[in-house]
T-cell receptor, first 115, second 115 residues
């Protein structure tokens, strides 16, 4: 299994509080991604990173920021959490975009509830 | 922009029977890849099978095969000899080459295998 650890695995917090989710990988993969999973929507890309300090927005980036100061860590921050950000968050990693069949591998997810 | 459509929210299949999960896609690119992931009730995302847009043969991985019809833009997953452990959500996803390996997912199909 790909070495991807997400923390925390579960979190309950209140509207308006800041929240940071961490994704840690031991695979030394260049590409890292944050998705959110909601019923009826599948997984949607929030932000991704293509190297240390190199990040870009995905489909649903409003209200989220990311940082990647080391290859192994990719942080997702909700500056001021809202109830609409209650979701399951998945981190994924990818070795290369130049090897067509190489899949993204996913962490086990973080269940975030914002009350 | 690319899009994945999975029109079957839920499917039932009897144990030992084969089942086909539908996936159609929309993309303007000539080079792309199609992925299927399985998400059991425990929540993790498990990569199952990959099909490249230029692959001439349908992909197979054990009991999983992909019925790829490029002209119809469909990439249906076929599971042969269903097992109780196949009960899960199944997601189809597309990746366009050169876009940092980002995936666009469908909304998923929940498969229930019965005795």
């Amino acid at each position: 299994d790909a070495g991807i650890t997400q923390s925390p695995r579960h979190k309950v917090t209140e509207t308006g509080t800041p929240v940071t989710l961490r994704c840690h990988q031991t695979e030394n993969h260049r590409y890292m991604y944050w998705y959110r999973q909601d019923p009826g929507h599948g997984l949607r890309l929030i932000h991704y990173s293509y190297g240390v300090k190199d990040t870009d927005k995905g489909e649903v980036s409003d209200g989220y920021s990311v940082s990647r100061s080391k290859t192994e860590d990719f942080l997702l921050t909700l500056e001021s959490a809202t109830s609409s950000q209650t979701s399951v968050y998945f981190c994924a990693i990818s070795e290369s975009i130049n090897i067509p069949g190489k899949p993204q591998h996913f962490g086990d997810g973080t269940r975030l509830s914002i009350l | 922009a690319q899009k994945i459509t999975q029109t079957q929210p839920g499917m039932f299949v009897q144990e030992k029977e084969a089942v086909t999960l539908d996936c159609t896609y929309d993309t303007s690119d000539q080079s792309y890849g199609l992925f299927w992931y399985k998400q059991p009730s425990s929540g993790e995302m498990i990569f199952l099978i990959y099909q490249g847009s230029y692959d001439e043969q349908n992909a197979t991985e054990g009991r999983y095969s992909l019925n790829f019809q490029k002209a119809r833009k469909s990439a249906n997953l076929v599971i042969s000899a269903s097992q109780l452990g196949d009960s899960a959500m199944y997601f189809c996803a597309i990746r366009n080459t050169g876009t940092a390996s980002k995936l666009t997912f469908g909304t998923g199909t929940r498969l229930q295998v019965t005795l």
